[in-house]
């Protein structure tokens, strides 16, 4: 699909006023508290969302089914898909959105900075994420930013509706194993 470089630029418009309103309406956490925060209690519109830490990673046929195996002994009576996209894409966190920090100094990110880099980097469909942190003027990429709570960008999403546990850390490693890849975790709630 070919998208103008108009559309992608009010999608990512619109994904913000979104994440900046649902931000703005109850989420008054801190970044501790998101850490340890359940988010599956009592929520049916939460999805764990599990993309490699490489944006342009895709396993194979095979890793890609024995994955989804996988979690469905974890998750036997939760909805498990496998997404594939041919361009890299913006997994967000939805209203758990909080605070972009500088993975060098700790800094805060300010929204509208990391916008106009996002906009940068869509207009070449996120092949180059690349960045320089406005704080401490140190190269990065949007990626590797730290996202309170966690986000990414990837080509492959393996998605879980509605998990009613978090994901146990030997459950994470045995799939890297699977996947050939560092995984990150993303509870995503709309």
Excluded at 24 to 48: A, Q, V, Y
Excluded at 114 to 127: L, P, S, Y
Excluded at 130 to 144: M, V
Excluded at 151 to 179: H, M, R, W
Aim: with cysteine; glycine share 4%.
């Amino acid at each position: 699909m070919v998208v103008s470089g108009n559309t992608m630029v009010i999608r990512i418009m619109y994904i913000f006023l979104i994440l900046t309103a649902l931000t703005s309406c109850g989420n008054n956490n801190t970044p501790e508290e998101n850490k340890t925060n359940n988010f599956m209690e009592d929520d049916p519109s939460t999805i764990l969302r599990i993309i490699s830490t490489n944006p342009s990673y895709i396993p194979n046929n095979q890793q890609q089914q024995q994955a989804k195996d996988f979690l469905t002994k974890i998750y036997p009576k939760h909805k498990i898909e496998w997404i594939s996209k041919d361009t890299i894409e913006f997994v967000d966190q939805g209203q758990n959105f909080d605070t972009i920090i500088c993975p060098f100094c700790g800094k805060t990110i300010e929204t509208e900075y990391w916008q106009d880099a996002m906009e940068k980097a869509d207009q070449n469909h996120f092949t180059d994420l690349t960045i320089i942190t406005p704080c401490c003027n140190k190269h990065t990429s949007l990626n590797d930013l730290r996202y309170i709570t966690p986000a990414g960008f990837a080509k492959f999403i393996l998605s879980v509706n509605d998990p009613e546990t978090e994901i146990a850390q030997e459950n994470i490693t045995s799939l890297e194993k699977i996947l050939g890849t560092q995984l990150r975790i993303i509870f995503t709630h709309y």
